[in-house]
């Protein structure tokens, strides 16, 4: 959490010398506007760890109280050795640790951990998808990966990804963390996850920005050209680049300098 730095003077000299009154109470509204902030989003039965690295209450003990007074949160006892030379808070009934660097080695540093109000309920298996739920919205997924997709994949990835299509995007994913993506997904929304292969687009498979510049690449997948500084430039400002002559119509991969930049599309010509 930010905060005026007191336990950081006795290693850094501008902490003291932008240290006054009016820094630590512009801290602590700072510190309850982040808080008040981002409690909604916390869920119940949530925990929220608090901690400054400064000694002064209003922005310790007092904001823990804040908190469980406005926010209806509940103290939290963690189970200290006393042996760490922890030493507890200061006027206060919460649990409240100070680390006070007379008693310690490091800085000065405070922590609090509160629940929010409420019974967190873990995943389920059986708890569906949040895209599951949203039936009938969109387009339906699909269940087959076409075989051209997984041929773009470099044989030495080949077993450690696994292939997967949400409705016209199709997208590689590490095999060993495929379960935990699946419970991810069934719990929050995933807005981007693995590396994007490619896009259905009716009968055209179209190969996604990231799979060009990825390491899945197979360097077999597509005919490349390699083209100029100038002409690197222009299509990294969204110009039209034009290919040799001799380039396979398609998908064709674009480097400069053996460094690959992205795809562009050959058409055919009406005489092909």
């Given at each position: 959490m930010p905060c005026s730095g007191e336990g950081m003077m006795r290693?850094?000299?501008e902490a003291i010398a932008q240290w006054s009154e009016g820094l630590v109470s512009e801290c602590a509204e700072r510190q309850w506007m982040i808080i008040s902030n981002l409690w909604p989003s916390l869920k119940p039965g949530g925990?929220?760890?608090y901690s400054t690295c400064t000694f002064n209450r209003l922005e310790n003990e007092e904001m823990v109280s804040?908190?469980?007074e406005e926010l209806?949160?509940?103290?939290?006892?963690?189970?200290?050795d006393p042996e760490w030379g922890i030493a507890p808070g200061i006027s206060t009934p919460h649990h409240c640790y100070r680390f006070m660097p007379d008693r310690l080695k490091g800085e000065g540093l405070f922590v609090a951990v509160v629940r929010k109000e409420g019974e967190w309920k873990p995943f389920s298996p059986?708890?569906?998808?949040?895209?599951q739920k949203a039936k009938g919205k969109g387009k339906s997924g699909r269940t087959q990966i076409p075989k051209e997709a997984s041929g773009w994949i470099d044989?030495?990835?080949?077993e450690?990804?696994?292939l997967y299509a949400e409705n016209d995007r199709i997208s590689a994913f590490p095999a060993a963390h495929?379960?935990?993506?699946g419970k991810l997904k069934g719990e929050i929304d995933v807005i981007h996850e693995g590396i994007p292969l490619a896009t259905v687009k009716g009968r055209d498979l179209i190969p996604s920005q990231p799979l060009a510049l990825s390491p899945l690449l197979s360097q077999s997948a597509f005919p490349t050209a390699d083209i100029s500084r100038d002409e690197a430039l222009a299509y990294l400002s969204g110009d039209a680049v034009t290919l040799p002559d001799d380039t396979p119509c398609g998908f064709v991969l674009l480097r400069y300098s053996g460094r690959p930049l992205g795809f562009v599309k050959k058409p055919r010509t009406p005489l092909q």
């Open positions: 290693k850094d000299p925990f929220l760890i804040r908190i469980i209806g949160a509940e103290s939290v006892a963690v189970d200290v059986d708890t569906p998808a949040r895209h044989s030495l990835w080949a450690k990804v696994t495929m379960d935990l993506l």
